[in-house]
C-alpha cells in the first residue's frame, strides 16, 4: 500500500470534508499534499502537481515565498496572538494604512477604514451587518439585500442568504434573511450576457422595493463560484448609481477577484467604480494565513459614531477572537510588499493576457463551449458527456501532472500570478490534452 493509500484510509474514518460526498470521496483517490515549492504541490509519495488553482483561489505568490516565511517568522518571534478588543498592534495598525492606500479609487466615496474578519464569509457578514446597522442608524430600519442570480458570498447563513447559487444555497432556504434576488448580469442564458436586462431588473427592483433595502451586494467584473460568469462594467455603474439615487449601501465583495486576480488591485479599478464596502480575503496574505477584511468609506464609519441625545449605542457590536491576528496581518503586510516591489499586477496582467492566447485553441475545439476570463480568473466550460464531465477533465488533468478543480462542468484556473511560462505552457497543455481525452 503507498502511504497516500494509508493516509486515505485513515482520513476517511476520521475526517469530514468541505463541499464533499463522503459517499464517493476516497473513490475519487484524493491527493493527500505533504509539502508544496512554488507553485507545485508535493503528495506524500513524492509525486508532483501544478498548482492550477492557487490553492483555493489563494496562493498568489506560490508557496514558500521567503518574504512570507521570514515576515511570520519574525512576527512569531515578538507577538503570536493578541485581541483587536480593547487593545490594537503595529502589524494591524500598518496593514490597515497599506489597504486604505490601496484601496480602488473613482466614482464613489474613498474607502478609509478597514474592519477585519477571518475569511470571506465572515467578511461579508460583517458587511451586512454594518450595511444594515448603518440604515438604522442614518434614518430608518431597511431590512432587505438585493442579491445577484448566481451570487456566492460565502457559507455562513447571512453570505448564504445573499447567494443564488442553487446547489449551494437551496438546501438553507428556510432559514434565510428576506432578500430581493435579480438577474444576474453573468447569466448565460441563451448563450447571452444579459447585461441589459440584469440593469432593467436592478432597476425596477429598486423602483419597486428601494426604500426597504440596505444593501446591494455584487461580485464585480466576474461571480467566482457561480463557474466564472464575467459582466460588463455598466452594470456596476447602474448598481453605484441606483444604490444613490435610493439610499442604499454597494458592497463589493472582492474576496475572489482581489489583490491582482483580475490583472487589476481590485475588479472595481475594471470600471472605474468604488463602493461603499468592499470585502475581500483570500489573496490578501498570499494564501498563508486565514485573514479577511472590510473597507469602509467614512460616511459608513461615520454612522456607527456616538452622538449626543442617542438612545441606542451606535457600536457595531461584532468581531472573532482572532480578528486582525498578528501573524495574519504580518503576513498580509509582505504579501503586499513583494506584490508593489515586484509589479505583481503587471505580472498577473501579462500571465492572464498569456494565458487567453495559449486557451485559444482549446476555446475552438468543439466539446469546449466558453472560456471566460478576467485576469487569471478563468472559467472553461466543457459540454457535459457524463454526470460529472467538469470532474473527469480536472481528473486527466492531473495524470498529466496538473491539479485543477471545477465547478460544475466548468474548469478552473486561477494560478499563481507569477506562474512562470514553462508551467503556465504545462498547464494549458495539460487542459488541452484532458479536454480531449475526456471530449475528444
Ligand atoms: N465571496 C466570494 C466572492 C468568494 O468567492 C468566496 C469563496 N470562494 C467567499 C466570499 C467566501 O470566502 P471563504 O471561503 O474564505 O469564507
Known sequence: ?????????????????????HATWTGDDPVVVDRAEGPWLID?????????????????????????????????????????????????????????????????????????????????????????????????????????????????????????????????????????????????ANGRHRGAVAIAELQAAMRRDGDQVCAIIVEPMMQGAAGMFDHDAAYLVAARELADAYGALLIFDEVATGFGRTGKMWAAEHAGIVPDLLTCGKGITGGYLPLSAVLAAEHVYDAFLARPGDTAPRTFFHGHTYTANPLCCAAALANLRVMGEQNVIGQAARLGERLGKLLEPVAAKPGVLEVRRLGTMIGVEVAAVGERTGFEVCRAARERGVWLRPLGDTVVLMPPLTLGDDETDLLVSALDAAVDEVLG
Open 1 to 21: 500500500m503507498s502511504t497516500s493509500a494509508e493516509w486515505i484510509a485513515r482520513d476517511a474514518a476520521a475526517v469530514w470534508h468541505p463541499f464533499t460526498q
Open 44 to 188: 506524500v509519495d513524492g509525486r508532483r502537481y501544478l498548482d492550477g488553482v492557487s490553492s483555493l483561489w489563494t496562493t498568489t505568490l506560490g508557496h514558500g515565498h521567503p518574504d512570507i516565511d521570514a515576515a511570520i517568522t519574525a512576527q512569531l518571534a515578538r507577538l503570536d496572538h493578541s485581541t483587536f478588543l480593547g487593545t490594537t498592534h503595529t502589524p494591524g495598525i500598518e496593514l490597515s494604512e497599506a489597504l486604505i492606500a490601496l484601496a480602488p479609487k473613482g466614482t464613489g466615496p474613498d474607502l478609509t477604514r478597514v474592519f477585519y474578519a477571518g475569511d470571506g464569509s465572515s467578511a461579508v457578514e460583517a458587511a451586512l451587518k454594518i450595511a444594515y446597522q448603518y440604515s438604522t442608524q442614518t434614518g430608518r430600519s431597511r431590512p432587505k439585500f438585493v442579491r445577484l442570480e448566481h451570487a456566492y458570498h460565502g457559507d455562513t447563513l447571512g453570505a448564504v442568504a445573499v447567494g443564488g447559487h442553487r446547489l449551494f444555497h437551496d438546501a438553507y432556504k428556510p432559514l434565510l434573511l428576506d432578500t430581493i434576488g435579480v438577474a444576474s448580469p453573468g447569466d448565460r
